[in-house]
């Protein structure tokens, strides 16, 4: 079979598996549902490795295949197809995400087994998965389009997942909102893109682009602001980010798939996959790659404060992001994917293990409430602290050859971009404390109740839990965790799940190392020959210096953190009080939600409710009723004719009669 | 004899007929009124068939009989009907078709 056969075999087994799980979910059994969502993915990543194979084959120019099932849409000049477009990046996605997917699906298998939205939950992972693996393998900017709208809505429904939790259902529809912006920015951008260049398709868009457009021309300036703002949405970077933290009222193994390993890179995906403009436009591309630096500065800071657990770890996600970004942006296209598959591994690996603790305190996410799990999950808490590491990129583990790759490139760039290096090490050094701020907090000290517990006993046993934002009692009909609540660590599914990522977290970096090996960048390298930034490449022996410049501030932020919490408990309190305004600056995101609120939310309230009390009662009514009104009065003048009276209607018809004889005699005469 | 006779006697009987639905109010006596006017127009159908001297004129006045015949039928199926279900024999109570 050729490789694109293979490719559409990798969108059509998760969608066969939504299908089925949904349409069968009262006649499947519950783990017979779990088994059919977690093959299906594993067959599209096998599908993705076959494909792998077959363009091996091939010669790395020609690496790359359009392939249609059938026409969406022909008519005057516009000319849709229903295609796909592999190449080396899509395929270096699709193998990402279909790879940790996989293990997040096994890790859902035993994390959600006392869930009574079982089928629900993984109908709906496939069809997330199904709808990242479209929005990726599209050939054309309508069925990016498509894919894209399918994301949004499958992150909308996966974090309103326990739909009776009023902070869910909220979150879920913020993400959708702020989406959704991001949707318009992307569908404009393509209205422009066709306006310009007449065409949907991959190919002749970026085979004309050059020869269309100037370098900075305003069109396709404007082009790519208004991809970047559905990026920007989709990855969660300044100013539309406020939905991910949010987000993390779903379940764990959701933050760990979208808003950690997969959906969160689409925007990353989209710049890389439009390099072929962001090189003509070099403008937008700056300004992308400074919003991404001043995200991952933004949210390395809140990570700092943040005491809830998992949204720590979320503004981590896009503190990290923003790191991709800056690599896409600047041009180098290799490094931000590499970092991209490095981050997939990691952050799903912590999130995961954030999950097993998160169950093992009822749903508590409070990091203050939280200590000594070190003793009480060991399996978790290695594991963590491998995600951990390499996120804080410890020497050697897979997140220290990728971030630094990044940072090298920009310095090889040289002039504007230096403030990229000096401000990515400076927030290198704050995810160091941020991440080892949580380890220690969460598995060193004293063992809290539940963890005291677990070491005595083995198990807990939990009343029902509550909603730490709003004290109301959860619905245990629709959301984990029920009544019958275990320890998530026990399950073997998540305990392989962990361990292959935490393999991944801890190794993945070697197959790029500087001087030695080159693997991720040979592969994308045909794909980002754009001829503006190709010469542009950091020695080995600068690459070296920046490895070990990164090396010691990662050790430098653990020895901070270790000083901070482990050493001297007090001292962050003492700080808190030193600092107050500082910390409550951080501690409330920076005032984001609350600017948002002004500037958006309130002035959208005013307009609705000026509409609804003037333009509806007084316009949109006066017309509505002047016209009933006028009609009513029109017919009550010829009702009355219709009086009933049969003897009434004799004599209209006789006069009438009368009248016309009368007027034909008279007209005669 | 001339025309004239036949015309003025069939504007009388028309006449008497019209008067007759718009005063009474008896559904009967409507129907016999209606059967007056056809019959007027009847004979001045015949009277003016015989001054111009061909048979169109009967043939039309047939015609007519055979469709007041048939709204014979209806009328005092209607007016059975009325009787039947205990309503008021009087034109002037039956008027739930007010608009």
């Not at chain 1, 970077?237 to 969160?264: F, K, R, Y």
């Not at chain 1, 984990?480 to 275990?486: A, C, N, Q, R, W």
């Not at chain 1, 209209?652 to 009248?659: H, R, S, V």
């Not at chain 2, 127009?41 to 061909?54: D, H, Q």
């Amino acid at each position: 079979m050729s490789a694109t056969a293979w490719a559409w075999l990798v969108l059509l087994f998760p969608l066969l598996g939504s299908i089925t799980i949904a349409l069968g979910f009262r006649a499947l059994p519950q783990k017979l549902a779990g088994v059919i969502g977690t093959v299906s993915i594993g067959l599209a990543f096998a599908c993705g490795v076959a494909a792998l194979i077959g363009l091996l084959g091939e010669d790395p120019e020609a690496r790359h295949h359009a392939s249609s099932l059938w026409d969406y849409a022909s008519v005057a000049g516009l000319d849709i197809k229903l295609g796909i477009y592999l190449d080396q990046l899509s395929l270096f996605m699709v193998l990402v995400v279909t790879g940790v997917s996989t293990l997040i699906h096994l890790y859902s298998y035993g994390y959600m087994q006392s869930d009574q939205g079982y089928h629900r939950f993984f109908s709906y992972l496939n069809f997330f998965v199904f709808s990242m693996l479209l929005l990726v393998l599209a050939g054309n900017f309508v069925l990016l389009i498509v894919g894209w709208a399918f994301v949004g809505f499958a992150s909308y429904a996966l974090i309103s997942f326990w739909y009776r939790r009023e902070t869910a259902t909220r979150a879920g529809m913020k993400a959708f909102v702020i989406n959704v912006v991001g949707d318009i920015g992307l569908v404009l951008a393509a209205f422009l893109i066709f306006r310009e260049l007449g065409s949907f398709d991959y190919g002749t868009v970026f085979e004309k682009a050059p020869a269309v457009f100037s370098t900075n021309e305003w069109t396709v300036t404007a082009i790519c602001l208004l991809l970047l703002v559905g990026a920007f949405a989709k990855s969660a970077q300044l100013p539309l980010h406020t939905w991910l933290p949010d987000a993390m009222e779903g379940p764990t193994p959701v933050s760990s798939l979208i808003h950690a390993a997969t959906m969160v890179t689409a925007g990353v995906y989209l710049i890389a996959r439009t390099h072929v403009l962001f090189a003509l436009a070099p403008t937008a591309a700056d300004i992308s790659a400074f919003i991404g630096l001043a995200t991952l500065l933004v949210a390395a800071t809140i990570a700092l404060v943040m005491t809830d657990l998992k949204r720590a770890i979320a503004y981590s996600t896009m503190s990290q992001i923003g790191y991709m970004v800056v690599g896409v942006s600047i041009g180098a296209y290799s490094a931000g994917m590499f970092h991209l598959m490095t981050h997939a591994f990691f952050k799903a690996l912590l999130f995961m293990a954030a999950g097993s603790i998160i169950a093992a305190m009822a749903n508590e996410q409070n990091i203050d409430r939280m200590s000594g799990f070190g003793k009480a999950m060991r399996f978790t808490s290695v594991t963590m602290l491998c995600g951990g590491l390499a996120l804080a990129a410890f020497p050697l583990t897979s997140g220290f050859f990728s971030k630094d790759e990044i940072l090298a490139y920009a310095g090889a760039r040289g002039g504007m971009y230096l403030i990229f290096v000096v401000l990515g090490y400076f927030g290198a050094f704050l995810t160091a404390i941020y991440t080892f701020r949580l380890i220690f907090r969460v598995l060193q000290g004293e063992p809290c109740a539940e963890a005291r517990e677990l070491i005595e006993t083995g198990h807990i046993h939990h009343a029902h839990p509550f909603n730490p934002a709003t004290g109301e009692q959860e619905d245990t009909d629709v959301g984990f965790p029920g009544p019958e609540h275990h320890i998530a660590e026990s399950s073997a599914p998540m305990r392989v799940a962990m361990a292959v990522l935490a393999f991944g977290a801890l190794f993945g970096g070697l197959i790029q190392v500087p001087g030695i090996d080159n693997v991720v960048a040979d592969w994308l390298d045909p794909v980002f020959t754009g001829p503006v930034l190709a010469h542009v490449h950091p020695s080995i022996a600068w690459d070296w210096i920046g490895l070990a410049i990164g090396g010691a501030i990662s050790l430098l932020g653990i020895w901070a953190a270790h000083w901070l919490y482990v050493a001297n408990p007090d001292a962050p309190r003492r700080l808190e009080a030193r600092f107050r305004g500082l910390h409550a600056f951080l501690f409330r995101k920076w005032y984001f939600d609350e600017a948002i609120d002004v500037l958006v939310v309130r002035p959208a309230l005013a307009v609705g409710r000026f509409s609804n009390r003037v333009f509806e009662r007084f316009v949109v009514d006066g017309l509505v009723s002047g016209t009933e009104g006028g009609v009513r009065g029109a017919s009550g003048v010829v009702r009355a004719v219709q009086n009933g009276f049969v003897r009434s209607y004799a004599l209209l018809l006789i006069a009438g009669f009368a009248g016309l004889a009368l007027y034909f005699l008279l007209s005669s005469s | 004899m001339n025309t004239d006779w036949f015309v003025v006697l069939s504007a009388l009987l028309f006449s008497t007929g019209a008067f007759g639905i718009l005063l009474r109010r008896s559904p009967m006596v409507i129907l016999l009124c209606l059967e007056l006017m056809l019959n007027a127009g009847n004979l001045a159908l015949v009277a003016f068939s015989r001054m111009v001297g061909n048979g169109q004129g009967q043939v039309f006045a047939v015609i007519v009989m055979v469709v007041a015949a048939c709204e014979v039928v209806v009328g005092l199926g209607l007016i059975v009907a009325i009787f039947r279900r205990r309503l008021p024999l009087n034109v002037d109570d039956l008027r739930e078709l007010r608009g």
